[in-house]
């Protein structure tokens, strides 16, 4: 899984005076992580912060505004590869924003 780990997301939390932890998992659609893993984990973490409530999101799912962050990153790239805009946050420095 991904760094930070739910426990260590969940206690820097409520170092930082949290006392409700929203985990919102960063997947597409509900899988054995969304299902099994990530509610263990975070059941685990809570057990060290027992005033704390916490809630589990669903995942992003196609949710009509996903198409829209999807399409204007296209663009943007499209844009920059025609020479009209300069290159995103993610790919500045890499040249991976480019046609093959």
């Known amino acids: 899984m991904a760094q930070p780990s739910i426990r260590d997301a969940f206690g820097s939390c409520v170092q930082q005076g949290a006392n409700r932890v929203i985990v919102s998992p960063f997947f597409l659609f509900p899988r ?3 299902h099994q893993d990530i ?3 975070t059941a685990e973490a809570a057990k060290e912060h027992p005033r704390v409530s916490y809630i ?3 995942p992003l799912g196609l949710h009509d505004l996903l198409v829209d962050v999807v ?3 296209i663009q943007h790239c499209l844009s920059h590869v025609a ?3 300069d290159e995103c946050a993610v790919c500045v420095g ?3 924003c480019r046609l093959y």
Request: aromatic fraction near 6%; charged fraction near 35%.
């Open 32 to 34: 054995r992580h969304w």
């Open 39 to 41: 509610p263990s984990l």
């Open 56 to 58: 589990i999101t669903a």
């Open 71 to 73: 399409d204007d990153r």
């Open 83 to 85: 020479g009209d805009a």
């Open 94 to 96: 890499t040249s991976k």
